[in-house]
């Protein structure tokens, strides 16, 4: 049974009727035949190696510029790389066509700043550090606030590593275009407070680090610090010491000038240029650059401070060790933080720092805790560095005490141990100056030594002019510091004995110090027998004080003046017994300073025979130019 059922189930299954539904549609017959058909292409495209591009520019892989700024906005990472890289390439091939298609380059590159992969944004940097110093400032000025505006979007980027780089670029852009990107400082500057805020918004004021710069490594923070030194000194340059060294000594500094100064000695060119007296534009926007890079400076001491001081606290501990290496970061630290006060202070104060400060006072209390910093270890570039640090604090000393009338007892207590240092360091002991002090620490300590003698009492006035007297002597005679310490003290001679008072000047001139002033007035003629012709900057200065002693001041008495005229012989011509005439440097001297030489005899008083003598000698062997010749002829 179960068998004849299974076969009558296969025998209808051969007949099986199919029933149609509605929607669906009809099967297929079983022997019917498939036409439908697919077809596929290879796409091959052409490969620029091989194509004809003579009329155009390419770069060594015979791309053209069009071709990688397209590379530029491929997804693929590897293929923007390749394009910034033959995009270099095809500057470096092309140079005239930087200038040229300036445009296009920029724009279509700036936008890698926010790149998410770390090497393109490398390669990027690389090829704007290779690029852009080959541009003027002008030419890159009207690209600059694109690039800066997504320089400021990687400072505030998500990503740790696009916020790093950002300052890379920045610092690019500030060394090519200095004046453009300091223009757009209110844009960049509050990146710079969100990248370096330790305020996290607390109502009472408290310094919690905010999460963003506590996870900050050394490294990082040093990097971001660097930057943000670089683009404040940039941006207060207005403000910014003059090139001239000496720039705390000018006129204007020292006190306000009378009108008859302003006649007979302008500190500025035009100074009467707002009158408009010829018809020229009196419209001065000098003045108003200055007062809002002031407040601007003011503001960013205010938002880096917190910041600055919490860095300080906690890389200052590394001086209790003992033992600090030049590359110790805390080290690299404590010195980037004093750089960065150092800017906002020489451009938020003139001379002196006000005592309703809330920040530098209090830092200053905080640096004299362990001042004068101090290290075991013996390492001469962490001893450069631990100068620097001392000096620039001796100079935040100076800007603090010439801001009170009166220094409070703990200041008064800095201010001595200040002192000290400063009579330290210009120690002159055989081989320690040489050593320790180099020229560019030199330079940084003249101001805070000329704030402090101006502020200090008689007695501490006298023992620091006197340290840099007896610096002068001993500096080494091809030194730059040479020519800038005996411009220093020729100015305070000059401002101390002229003939006229100088309006405002302080007064040093103590009975011992005009002793000392006159002995080393005295001596310059010995110095410029030394220096001969080895250093024609000091030489120059030397020539320039004794002729200013000998027309303005009143320093030398008749017997200084007699001793001052047998030494100037020795300059031109002198008889030795035994050997005959025996010329000085004069011969050697360039025709501006033989002048100058001359005009010092010419203002002596009642000059000597011998002196007369000794200068006809020099002028009949030296074969000097006409106008020489004639001053000489008046002297003798």
């Known amino acids: 049974m179960p068998r004849a059922s299974k076969k009558k189930q296969k025998k209808a299954e051969d007949f099986k009727k199919v029933k149609l539904k509605v929607g669906k549609k009809k099967a297929p017959a ?25 009329a155009l520019l390419t ?6 510029l069009k071709e990688l700024l397209a590379q530029l906005r491929h997804y693929s990472v590897v293929t923007r790389r390749d394009g910034i890289a033959g995009l270099e390439d095809f500057v470096k091939l092309h140079p005239a066509a930087l200038r040229a298609e300036l445009g296009p380059i920029v724009e ?25 110093p080959e541009l003027e400032p002008r030419e890159l000025a009207p690209f600059v606030p694109l690039a800066v505006a997504f320089t400021c979007s990687a400072m505030t980027h998500i990503a740790e590593g696009i916020r790093a780089d950002a300052v890379r670029f920045l610092d690019v852009l500030a060394d090519t275009a200095p004046d453009a990107v300091a223009q757009l400082a209110p844009r960049v500057l509050p990146g710079f407070f969100s990248m370096l805020d330790t305020t996290a918004g607390a109502a009472d004021g408290s310094t919690d680090a905010n999460a963003r710069t506590a996870l900050l490594t050394q490294a990082s923070r040093l990097a971001i610090m660097r930057s943000c030194r670089k683009f404040l000194a940039v941006c207060t340059r207005p403000l910014a010491p003059a090139a001239d060294a000496l720039w705390f000594m000018a006129p204007s500094r020292i006190a306000p000038a009378t ?15 707002a009158l408009n007296l010829f018809g020229e534009a009196a419209t001065d926007s000098a003045p108003a650059a200055a007062a809002a890079v002031r407040t601007q400076s003011v503001v960013a001491l205010a938002r880096l401070f917190p910041f600055l001081q919490a860095t300080w606290v906690e890389a200052v501990a590394v001086f209790s060790a003992g033992r600090i290496g030049a590359d110790d970061l805390s080290l690299e630290l404590c010195a980037q933080v004093m750089l960065i006060l150092q800017v906002l202070w020489r451009s938020a104060y003139t001379d002196a720092i006000s005592p309703q400060d809330p920040y530098l006072p209090a830092f200053l209390h905080q640096c004299a805790v362990l001042f004068p910093f101090t290290s075991n270890d013996g390492d001469a570039a962490a001893e450069d560095a631990i100068l620097a640090l001392n000096v620039r604090v001796c100079e935040l000393a100076a800007l603090v005490r010439q801001g009170m009338a009166e220094p409070d007892v703990e200041l008064a207590r800095v201010l001595r141990r200040v002192i000290r240092f400063v009579l330290q360091t210009l120690d002159p002991k055989p081989g320690r100056v040489a050593r320790t002090l180099r020229h560019e620490h030199f330079v940084e300590l003249l101001p805070a030594i000329w704030r402090l003698a101006r502020c200090a009492d008689r007695k501490d006035a006298d023992r620091l002019l006197t340290a840099v007297m007896r610096y002068s002597s001993v500096c080494p005679l091809s030194s730059p510091s040479k020519a800038l310490c005996i411009r220093f003290l020729a100015r305070i001679v000059d401002a101390q004995w002229a003939r006229q008072p100088v309006h405002g000047a302080p007064d040093l001139a103590g009975s011992q110090l005009s002793e000392l002033a ?49 030494s100037l012989s020795t300059l ?11 010329h000085g440097p004069f ?10 030489v001359l005009e010092i005899v010419a203002c002596c008083p009642a000059r000597s025979p011998r002196l007369a003598q000794a200068v006809r000698a020099a002028i009949a062997t030296a074969a000097p130019a006409r106008g020489i010749q004639v001053l000489a002829a008046e002297i003798g």
């Open 30 to 54: 079983s022997n019917a035949t498939d036409t439908s058909f697919t077809a596929r292409a290879i796409v091959v495209s052409a490969q620029s190696i091989s194509a004809d591009k003579r």
């Open 59 to 64: 770069n060594s892989r015979n791309h053209t």
């Open 108 to 132: 279509a590159s700036v936008r890698l700043i926010i790149d998410a992969d770390a090497g393109v944004r490398r390669q990027l940097l690389r090829l704007y550090t290779v690029v852009l």
């Open 259 to 273: 009108p008859a100064e302003l006649l007979f000695f302008p500190d500025t060119s035009a100074p009467f240029s």
């Open 518 to 566: 006159t002995a080393w007035v005295l001596g310059l003629p010995k110095l410029l027998w030394q220096l001969r012709d080895r250093n024609i900057n000091a030489s120059a200065a030397a020539a320039d004080t004794l002729r200013m002693v000998c027309q303005r001041t009143r320093l030398l008495d008749e017997t200084s003046a007699d001793t001052l005229q047998t």
């Open 572 to 582: 031109f011509c002198v008889s030795v017994p035994g050997k005959g005439p025996v």
């Open 587 to 596: 011969r050697l001297y360039p025709p501006a300073l033989q002048q100058t």
